[in-house]
Structures are given as C-alpha cells and as structure tokens.
C-alpha cells in the first residue's frame, strides 16, 4: 500500500492542542505517515515548546522559522516557506486547524499546488470582519476541500455560503480530545497553591485581541475592572506577549502589579493552565478556546467581546458576552450561579481525532472536485 503523506500545520499557542490528538491517531495507522509542519508564528518557549512537551508532540518534521510581522508579512513569509516544503516534500494531504493567519497562508499555497486541503475547526463565524481570523476562517473554508466542524452551526454557515454539503463533515471539538488525553497528568498538578489561591476561589483572566488590549483607553478599562473584581475574588492573569508589551507601552503595568488580588504570570503550559482552569470559579477571558473549554468544565466565562464564533457556548454553555463597562454586573450573576448548565454539546466527547482520522482515509485516493490545470 502507498502511503498516504499527510501535513499537519501548526502555528501558534491555540493551534497545538488541536493537532496533537489527531497526530497521536493518525501516528498509529499504517496508512498515512503524518508529517507536523511548525509555521513558528508563536516561537517563545511558553508560547510553543511547553506545548509540544505537555501534548507528547515529537519536533515538527519542518520548522519554518517565520516569527512575528505584520498580517501581510507574516502571512506572506509562511507561505513562501511552506511552498518551498511542498515543492520539495510534496504531501498528499495538508491539514490546517483554526484560524490562524498561517492557517490561511498554507491553505493558499495547498489550494495552489492542487494538494487536497481539509479544514478542522471548519465553519465558525463570528460575523465581524474586523477580526483578522474571521478573514482567515471565511477564505480557508472557501479554499478547503474537506471541512470538518465542530457544531451543527458551522455546518450551517458553511452551507448559506454556498459550500457543498458533501464537503463537510461535523466531526465534534477536537480540543476536548486534548483535555482528556492530558487529563491524568493535569489531574497532579496543584497550580492554584503556588499562586497562593485556594481550589473554587479564584478567576483566571486571559486578553490578548487587538481590539481589547492594543488601544489605551479600552485597555486601561479593562484593567480597571479587573482590579475592582479581584477586591472580591482573587484573580490569576496569565499575560500574553502582546498584553504585556501593551501593558508596559502604556504604562499601565506598574498599577497591575500593585494589586493584592491580582496575580500576574507569564503564558502558562497547557496542563498547568488546564489544572487551574479546572479549579476556578470563573474565567474572564477573550480567547477563542477558553469560551470552550468552559463550557465543557461547567465553569462560568465571560468573554470581553462584542460577538462570537462560537454561539454554541452560549446557547448550551457557561459563557456570556461582556463589555468592561457590564463585567461587574456579570461577575455577581456568575459567582451566584447563572451560569452553570448541565450538558455537554453534541460530539464533545474526546473522539473528534477518531472522526476525523476516519474521515481523511474515506475521502484519500478519491478525485477532488476541484481540478488544476
Ligand atoms: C495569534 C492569532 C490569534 C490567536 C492567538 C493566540 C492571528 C491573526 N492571530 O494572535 O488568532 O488567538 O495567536 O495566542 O494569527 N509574540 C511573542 N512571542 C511569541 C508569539 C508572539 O513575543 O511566541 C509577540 C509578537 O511579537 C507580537 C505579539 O506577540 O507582537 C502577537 O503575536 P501574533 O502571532 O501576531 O498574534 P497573537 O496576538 O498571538
């Protein structure tokens, strides 16, 4: 049998545990041989090493070495170094996760070099086309040849935007498979102890958006807020790159730094950030996967954005929208316990990898539609 060569790109911190429960299945199919290819758009360790040491990921196959830039330069150097791998390595298959702006970069180079191309996370809108990655999400899906979703309103999406239906598969959410691979060794963990915060009584806090963190006047609202709820609940804020930078550029870290309530960490690992995620009252946060992860663990979450790409955790989930100006008022209906629910979105169940796996060997060796000259 030939083997089928299958690319897993990987990017930055949100990337690494959705490729890692796919690569440890498909590791051990004979197959495909699948091949991890680091764009090295995030490149500190605690932004990328620890990941690949807590999810069991051996070193990428290629490592691109792109590093930070601007969209276009970022974008354009991911795909200028993934082409070169492609004409050289060509694989039979180039899977890109999430929304990533080497998400797009390496399904436009696949799409070009008539490498069949399959999506994972496919099909989430937020409906805000000033959020780079909603950019990123719309042309990846447009480009990809299969998609696979994690909620039946991806599926939705994708089919008012005119994508066929046999392109998309609903395949469940893949970062659930990662917590509960690392559950046992995020089980022994006790991070909440070395921040001094006790087991049920703490926030965890996460920012990194453009549009929370890169403007002064929302950011110094943010922070204030933050400060007047940690008078109430201790909260740990595990700060990413472009947080801190801003923080310090607008000389707002000093006052963070001053507060009892507010522990201040560098980006934690993934087990660790997991252990504590497990443990804490609530998350004030703007990510993407945290809005999931909670809504799995049956933790409140409020997420400091105008919208989402991922409605779902709100509808069946523990997460609500919030500006700075009604977290207050949130934070009272969640520590009172508004916001807990009860069940589990269809297909979160820690087998999205086998779903996809199965999936990618049904549709290798048949024709894309798609044809290349
Ligand atoms: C990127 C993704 C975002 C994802 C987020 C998770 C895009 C458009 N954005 O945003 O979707 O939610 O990652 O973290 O792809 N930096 C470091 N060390 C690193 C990585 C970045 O210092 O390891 C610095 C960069 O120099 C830059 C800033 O952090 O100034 C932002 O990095 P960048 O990759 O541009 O975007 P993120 O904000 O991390």
């Not at 472009?242 to 507010?262: E, K, N, P, S, Y």
Request: net charge negative.
């Amino acid at each position: 049998m030939i083997r089928q060569n299958i690319h897993l790109i990987v990017a930055a911190r949100p990337n690494f545990m959705k490729v890692a429960p796919l690569y440890h299945v498909l590791k051990r199919q004979d197959w495909c041989r699948a091949e991890l290819v680091h764009t090295g758009q995030h490149y500190d360790a605690n932004m990328s090493d620890t990941f690949f040491s807590d999810l069991g990921l051996p070193p990428p196959d290629y490592h691109l070495g792109v590093g930070s830039g601007s969209h276009a330069e970022q974008t354009g150097a991911v795909m200028v170094a993934y082409e070169e791998i492609c004409l050289r390595h060509r694989p039979d298959w180039t899977v890109v996760v999430g929304d990533v702006n080497s998400t797009l970069a390496c399904a436009l180079v696949a799409a070009k070099l008539c490498i069949a191309l399959a999506h994972l996370e496919a099909g989430l809108r937020s409906g805000d086309r000033t959020m780079p990655e909603e950019i990123n999400r719309i042309v990846t899906d447009r480009l990809a040849d299969l998609l696979w979703t994690p909620s039946s309103d991806g599926n939705d999406n994708l089919k008012a935007e005119g994508i066929s239906g046999e392109r998309i598969e609903l395949v469940g959410n893949i970062m659930i498979d990662a917590f509960e691979l690392q559950r046992p060794q995020i089980d022994s963990l006790c991070v909440a102890e070395r921040f001094g915060v006790e087991r049920g009584r703490y926030g965890i806090v996460t920012l990194h958006r453009p549009s929370n963190v890169d403007d002064r006047s929302s950011l110094a609202q943010i922070i204030d807020v933050l400060i007047a709820t940690s008078h109430r609940l201790p909260l740990v804020f595990a700060v990413h790159p472009r947080t801190r930078a801003r923080l310090h550029d607008f000389g707002l870290d000093a006052a963070l730094a001053r507060q009892d309530g507010i522990r201040l960490s560098e980006p934690l690992r993934y087990n660790e950030f997991m252990n504590l995620a497990c443990g804490a009252r609530l998350a004030i946060t703007d990510s993407g996967g945290i809005q999931e992860e909670t809504t799995y663990l049956n933790i409140p979450c409020l997420t400091l954005r105008p919208n989402t790409e991922r409605p779902i955790t709100i509808t069946q989930g523990t997460n609500r929208l919030v500006r700075p100006d009604t977290l207050a008022e949130m934070v009272d209906q969640a520590l009172t316990g508004g916001l807990r629910t009860t069940r589990h979105p269809a297909l979160w169940d820690g087998k999205t990898a086998a779903r996809v796996a199965e999936s990618l060997f049904r549709h290798s060796g048949r024709d894309l539609t798609r044809t290349c000259a």
